[in-house]
């Protein structure tokens, strides 16, 4: 938790700048490396600057002609939208982010980084406001953050990109989108002879994103979250506040991947590995030393049952039997061979 001085100043802070949530709030973010007075702060001075769509042109033009411009940066929002009505990015300059809040303040749907020329981007069953913004990511954002500071930790960015490259692969193809594909069987009602029968339905499960990292409260994204800010807090002081492309899921209690860029879950990524114990932290370290020697296919292997799988279905793998380690390690050969060469790596992502 903030020490006594430092919660003296944020109270002094959220007063001054009338931040609306308890104090108890700011107190519990800052301690995970967030301030939420700045982002208060933020989001009032946008609020200010935006332009409001009120007629039918202004909100058939929406940001074109800021863009045309060259103002990229423009914010705009649009009230009353109806149910159902879609949006497009035709005629942008840059990409936006694009947001709805229903009448009850609630956010309802979401768009992240939505490119030029995008023609139809449906806004849900809600009634609302519809608000355009610059989007959030910045290039490098929190990956470059963390590459710096192993870069100047001494550490081989290079190696540190074939470890992810790998881990990537194998859990998700390195599809940052990705949403577990998990099943279940569904019992059927008796048919005329009264045989019970069973279909398998596929659903989504709790891994997300290029690494997997699984939904739910204290579970695998919270985690690497939490261990991100405080990384950046501790150890670059920095406040995870600078990197806003993350500011919806970091303040989530299940925070889910799937929505961020492949940039910001390899940012995410390292933050996990260099803020654990302190034998994990040695062993990321060791992987990815400045030696000449990239990490070899068997290397990366162990790392990552021991340090991101961690359980082989329900049993942890410090208590895995030798045949359960040798199914993963045959699922990882196999998923990853093409990346690996002599030992060593291929290339795939060279900062």
Do not use: C
């Not at 492309?245 to 991947?257: H, I, K, T």
């Amino acid at each position: 938790m903030p020490t006594n001085e430092t919660r003296r100043e944020l109270l002094n802070r959220a007063k001054a700048s009338g931040f609306p949530g308890s104090i108890t709030e700011v107190f519990q973010a800052a301690d995970q490396g967030i301030d939420l007075i700045e982002q208060h702060q933020m989001q009032q001075q946008q609020e200010q600057e935006m332009q409001v769509a009120n007629t039918p042109q202004q909100q058939e033009t929406g940001l074109r002609e800021q863009h045309a411009m060259g103002n990229t940066q423009a914010s705009m929002a649009f009230p009353d939208v109806q149910p159902n009505q879609s949006f497009n990015t035709v005629g942008m300059e840059a990409p936006i982010d694009i947001q709805k809040i229903d009448n009850q303040g609630h956010l309802v749907e979401s768009y992240k980084n939505v490119p030029p020329g995008i023609q139809d981007l449906p806004t849900g069953p809600s009634e609302g406001t519809i608000i355009e913004s610059p989007a959030a990511y910045q290039k490098g954002g929190l990956r470059n953050h963390m590459m710096d500071y192993l870069h100047n930790a001494g550490a081989d960015t290079t190696y540190a990109n074939n470890v992810m490259n790998a881990v990537g692969q194998h859990e998700s193809n390195n599809v940052a989108d990705k949403k577990q594909d998990s099943y279940k069987y569904i019992k059927l009602p008796p048919d005329v002879n009264g045989v019970v029968d069973s279909v398998k339905t596929r659903y989504d499960g709790p891994g997300r994103g290029a690494y997997q990292f699984e939904m739910g409260t204290k579970k695998g994204a919270s985690t690497a979250f939490n261990r991100s800010a405080l990384f950046t807090r501790d150890s670059t002081s920095t406040s995870f506040s600078k990197f806003p492309s993350m500011y919806p899921e970091a303040l989530q209690v299940s925070p889910d991947f799937s929505g961020l860029s492949k940039e910001d879950q390899d940012g995410l990524f390292l933050g996990d590995k260099m803020n654990r114990g302190k034998k994990a932290v040695k062993s990321f370290y060791d992987l990815i030393k400045k030696d000449g020697t990239p990490p070899t296919q068997e290397e990366v292997f162990k790392f990552w049952l021991k340090n991101h799988k961690q359980v082989l279905g329900e049993t942890n793998v410090e208590d895995a039997t030798e045949k359960q380690i040798e199914k993963e390690r045959k699922k990882w050969n196999s998923r990853t061979k093409n990346l690996f060469k002599r030992g060593g790596y291929k290339a795939k992502h060279i900062l």
